[in-house]
């Protein structure tokens, strides 16, 4: 394809902008409209990017045949109802997260993009944040040692939202981490804990446990009742220890050479007798390193794998089958949430 891809976008509201700004950077796509209901939102597009058409229906795109993609930013409710409606039109979908609200919503979705061969991508910007993909890269080498289990935690004072809790607004990102630190690999055991203080129904607080068959245990906490913000996730394994402070833009990771190696003692026919029960263990206390990485913007970098991979013809990074994945989590968390609310 050398023609630019004409693209639209859905929804200019709290994320919108920042969707809009980096499509419009790509010379390898042109934006031809955008949909938004809201009269003042509409206003802030034509100001903020002259030249591209607003319109308040969402339909208007689905009926224009000249757009090939579109961009869907609008509360998560509508996200499964409007990706169906622009996959069966024949176009192109970049949803934000959550793909859905089932992983039966999902599984659809998935199968319809396969048979019209569509791309389908969800906003796991995470994916492409350089820190993340060194995480991924030193679990592979083995600097870790084995992993032992990993820390997430994703606070702020705010911004409450009306349409989803705390645990699906802000969860999907530590999520779509930890399924691509553990390479897809689904978890065996879900348990979590919550509390809706400020709006009834609505979590404002939710802890996660997960635990992996012979592997690691993860926990998740979530929270818009936080003094702090803070995007932390601590990796922990046999070697050495890890933590990505997203917040820390100097140095988003820092790792740790701690952990407890074992002393063999040895046993009565003078050979060494390393069962748990005669070995001991020293703490270790190792230096501290702080690797360079590289500073980009992981949305510039998955807005332009979307467009690239429409005009190349090839499967974008941020899979749909993740993206599905990360929805089951979800809703399999929040049945275990509602079951432990009684």
Not at 5 to 17: H, K, N, S
Not at 64 to 93: C, M, N, W, Y
Not at 175 to 203: N, R, T, V, W
Request: charged content about 25%; glycine content about 6%; hydrophobic content about 40%.
């Amino acid at each position: 394809m050398t023609q630019p891809l004409i693209t639209a976008q859905i929804g200019c509201g709290y994320w919108g902008p920042n969707l809009l700004r980096n499509l419009l950077s790509l010379p390898g796509a042109k934006v031809k409209l955008v949909a938004e209901a809201s009269q003042s939102r509409r206003d802030y597009v034509t100001e903020k990017f002259p030249g591209i058409g607003v319109t308040p229906r969402w339909e208007a795109v689905l009926e224009d045949k000249e757009v090939q993609a579109v961009l869907i930013a609008t509360p998560a409710f509508s996200h499964a109802e409007l990706t169906r409606r622009f996959l069966e039109a024949g176009k192109h979908v970049f949803v934000e997260k959550p793909l859905a609200m089932t992983a039966a919503e999902s599984d659809e979705l998935l199968v319809l993009a396969s048979e019209r061969h569509l791309t389908l991508m969800v906003g796991h910007t995470f994916l492409y944040n350089n820190s993340v993909r060194w995480l991924k890269g030193a679990l592979e080498r083995g600097e870790f040692g084995d992993l032992y289990c990993i820390y997430c935690q994703r606070l702020n004072l705010g911004q409450l939202r009306s349409d989803v809790n705390a645990w699906w607004n802000l969860a999907p990102h530590d999520l779509s981490i930890l399924l691509y630190l553990m390479d897809g690999k689904l978890p065996e055991q879900i348990a979590a804990h919550g509390k809706a203080f400020i709006q009834p129904g609505i979590e404002d607080v939710v802890f996660a446990n997960f635990t992996w068959k012979n592997g690691p245990v993860a926990n998740v906490h979530v929270s818009w009742l936080d003094p702090h913000k803070m995007r932390k996730i601590t990796v922990v394994g046999s070697r050495k220890m890890a933590v990505f402070d997203d917040m820390d833009t100097e140095k988003p990771i820092t790792v740790y050479d701690k952990g407890f190696d074992e002393i063999p003692k040895i046993g009565e026919r003078m050979d060494f007798d390393l069962t748990a029960a005669r070995a001991g263990y020293t703490m270790r206390q190792g230096e501290i390193h702080i690797p360079f990485i590289e500073r980009t913007e992981p949305l510039r970098a998955e807005i332009e794998d979307f467009v690239e991979s429409i005009r190349a013809g090839r499967a974008a990074f941020s899979s749909p089958q993740q993206a599905r994945d990360v929805v089951w989590l979800l809703e399999e968390a929040s049945k275990a949430l509602k079951k432990s609310n009684g």
